[in-house]
């Protein structure tokens, strides 16, 4: 079964700042799609950015960008310009299909603080 | 608001009854998803509908939650003898698409559940 790991379960930057929130997951395919989920208070998830393991480029949104690191099974995510808008929850998720009926699997999220 | 929706938003209900939630997916998604989420983890899939379509669902769906999309649009959950295990947040999300590759899911506020 696939897994995925934050192993921070939350981090702080002060506004204007870069951030990097890291990621691994544990798959045997060799094409999966990964996601970067963020979940504000209202509870609502917001896909941020998403990555086809079959791409070598990383994937970029805005101020958003991915480090995807297929060998070492990686996929953090940096956050540039951090704002007080980008507190919440985010969770990294891995779906073999990327859309299908396997669903998406998620990790146990990070808590992100942003300090004015 | 042409969002996912989701109803009610909060339900408090004693141990043993039975609960339902209902989800309206974006109009035009053929794909819905129900998930789980519980106090300092992330969504945790429970079940799939393609159209009307029940094609997954996980072993976490134990017999007491029975799901249906009966007309391939709205969506309920149904939690039979509830437990106080089963308090959580419930999410729906929908999608559309056809074959592995979907489009962005996008979820709904969820609805939480207190057993007491």
């Known amino acids: 079964a696939q897994t995925v790991t934050q192993s921070q379960p939350e981090m702080s930057v002060q506004e204007a700042e870069t951030v990097t929130l890291s990621c691994t997951y544990d798959?045997?395919?060799?094409?999966?799609?990964l996601f970067w989920y963020k979940q504000p208070p209202s509870r609502q998830m917001i896909l941020v950015i998403r990555?086809?393991?079959?791409?070598?480029q990383n994937a970029t949104e805005n101020r958003f960008s991915v480090n995807f690191q297929k060998a070492a099974k990686s996929f953090s995510l940096k956050i540039s310009d951090s704002q007080l808008g980008d507190a919440a929850m985010y969770f990294c998720?891995?779906?073999?299909?990327?859309?299908?009926?396997?669903?998406?699997?998620f990790g146990k999220g990070t808590h992100l603080i942003i300090q004015p | 608001d042409t969002g996912v929706s989701q109803d009610p938003r909060h339900k408090i209900t004693k141990r043993g009854q039975n609960v339902t939630f209902r989800c309206d997916p974006i109009?035009?998604?053929?794909?819905l998803y129900w998930y789980r989420q519980t106090l300092g983890q992330g969504p945790e899939f429970l079940t799939y509908?393609?159209?009307?379509?029940?094609?997954?669902k996980s072993r976490l769906l134990s017999d007491r939650f029975s799901a249906e999309r009966p007309k391939g649009s709205f969506s309920t959950l149904e939690i039979q003898r509830t437990e106080q295990g089963d308090s959580a947040m419930y999410l729906c999300?929908?999608?559309?698409?056809?074959?592995?590759?979907?489009?962005?899911?996008?979820f709904g506020q969820g609805t939480r559940l207190t057993v007491v």
């Open positions: 999300a929908s999608s559309s698409g056809t074959g592995a590759l979907g489009t962005e899911a996008f």
């Open positions: 509908f393609q159209n009307e379509a029940q094609l997954e």
């Open positions: 798959t045997s395919e060799s094409d999966y799609y």
């Open positions: 990555q086809e393991a079959y791409k070598q």
């Open positions: 109009s035009e998604h053929n794909r």
């Open positions: 998720a891995y779906s073999l299909s990327g859309g299908g009926a396997d669903g998406l699997t």
